[in-house]
């Protein structure tokens, strides 16, 4: 079950949150995407986001972020899925180089 609030990044921790998102471009869709770490606080390590297809109507955003658990992953997974405009929303986790 997801959690119903979520909580700050420790950066203790070393697992990386990956988001991989896929989404119709609409010049909203990033910083709405970009926004679901600013209210936490947080900073992604990561950002890399570019249109493709037909008259780039699409886009991509990868985001990696440390310090987050996994129950917060998925739940900031889940808010990404309810912005208008989101298509899909892959998440994945990587341990860092440190381990």
Same mark, same amino acid.
């Given at each position: 079950? =997801? ?18 998102? %896929? ?18 606080? =947080?900073?992604?390590? =990561?950002? %890399? ?51």
């Amino acid at each position: 079950m =997801l959690p119903l609030c979520a909580t700050t990044a420790d950066d203790k921790l070393p697992l990386i949150c990956c988001f991989s998102v %896929h989404a119709h471009a609409e010049p909203g869709t990033m910083p709405r995407i970009l926004e679901l770490f600013a209210k936490r606080g =947080l900073v992604p390590t =990561l950002w %890399h986001s570019a249109t493709y297809g037909t008259d780039e109507a699409l886009l991509t955003i990868d985001v990696q972020i440390g310090g987050l658990d996994r129950d917060v992953m998925y739940y900031i997974a889940a808010c990404m899925r309810q912005i208008p405009f989101v298509e899909v929303v892959l998440t994945s986790e990587r341990h860092s180089a440190a381990d």
